[in-house]
Nanobody, 128 residues
Framework: QVHLVESGGGSVQAGGSLRLSCVVSGDFYGNYCMGWFRQAPGKEREGVATRHVPSIWSYYADSVKGRFTIFRDNAKNTLDLQMDSLKPEDTAMYYC?????????????????????WGQGTQVTVSS
């Protein structure tokens, strides 16, 4: 059975940094997509960054390009999201998710409907 558990959320001031980590228990094979999503109060869940395996292509929402970096730590079996230059509009619950049957093209879309495994979320709050 596969589980995703996020950690690393917290409260920071604008301009600060946080690193989110998602521990992935269980194995995936073939093509799959791992990603980070977020949902602010009153808004729909949106894709932040995804990473396709085995191509290792990474994709980012325009709102976070140049500020966020997604990477997989195979030794620790985690999917991490380094968030720099944080803005108040980055405030949201952040979720880790996996699409176990995918293509690089589909991974790039960051469509939540394709992701069948989700963590419980970790809160990020950025104050101005």
């Amino acid at each position: 059975q596969v589980h995703l558990v996020e950690s690393g959320g917290g409260s920071v001031q604008a301009g600060g940094s946080l690193r989110l980590s998602c521990v992935v228990s269980g194995d995936f094979y073939g093509n799959y997509c791992m990603g980070w999503f977020r949902q602010a109060p009153g808004k729909e869940r949106e894709g932040v960054a995804t990473r396709h395996v085995p191509s290792i292509w990474s994709y980012y929402a325009d709102s976070v390009k140049g500020r966020f970096t997604i990477f997989r730590d195979n030794a620790k079996n985690t999917l991490d999201l380094q968030m720099d230059s944080l803005k108040p509009e980055d405030t949201a619950m952040y979720y880790c998710a996996v699409d176990r049957t995918t293509t690089a093209t589909r991974c790039r879309t960051m469509d939540t409907l394709y992701f069948d495994l989700w963590g419980q979320g970790t809160q990020v709050t950025v104050s101005s």
